[in-house]
């Protein structure tokens, strides 16, 4: 399923479920060979996505090295910066770039690169340690559920990243 958030409430004349429940009472004829996949952008954190990634699953995490301090860290919007007061544009893209979230330094694009070549991917409860080992117990469930942002796609650089935050903010619709 794409975009869950759009499919999880029934019509306004349906006498039937959503959606999305319905699908899942269907899946359960498979018994334990039944899979559902469903994806959407968790920009609410009251979505059925992000109920199901948070609440009701792992809700695992990319965390990367700091090149500068060594800690693994979760990066994500709160750590990305410098592309709010720009004048325009091109000032926007030069200036965005994540921070670490345990240092403050900011990053390069070619220590975020290098940093997204040493991933570990942890579930709540979960903490990834200066050495890159996993500690912790993921929680009891079922369902895996992940994140993962812009801060992790390789194929945009930071400019790219800033040039979109910046555009959005101005959009009038933010």
């Given at each position: ?38 994806e ?15 609440e ?25 910066s ?19 979230p ?73």
């Open positions: 399923m794409t975009e869950l958030d759009k499919m999880d409430e029934a019509g306004e004349n349906s006498r039937q479920a959503d959606p999305v429940t319905q699908i899942e009472a269907r899946s359960r004829s498979y018994g334990d060979l039944a899979r559902i996949f469903g959407c952008t968790m920009s609410t954190s009251y979505g059925r996505i992000f109920k199901e990634v948070s009701f699953g792992t809700d695992s995490r990319i965390w990367i090295p700091c090149p500068k301090c060594g800690e693994y860290v979760t990066c994500d919007r709160k750590d990305f410098g592309w709010q007061d720009a004048k325009d544009l091109v000032e926007a893209r030069a200036r965005g770039h994540f921070s670490c345990a240092c403050a330094v900011e990053w390069t694009e070619l220590d975020r690169l290098g940093a997204l070549r040493r991933p570990v991917i942890a579930a709540r409860d979960q903490i990834v340690t200066r050495s890159g080992t996993l500690e912790g117990s993921a929680p009891a469930t079922n369902t895996w559920g992940f994140r993962w942002n812009a801060m992790h796609n390789a194929l945009v650089n930071m400019g790219d990243i800033a040039e979109a935050e910046f555009r959005a903010e101005r959009s009038g619709r933010p």
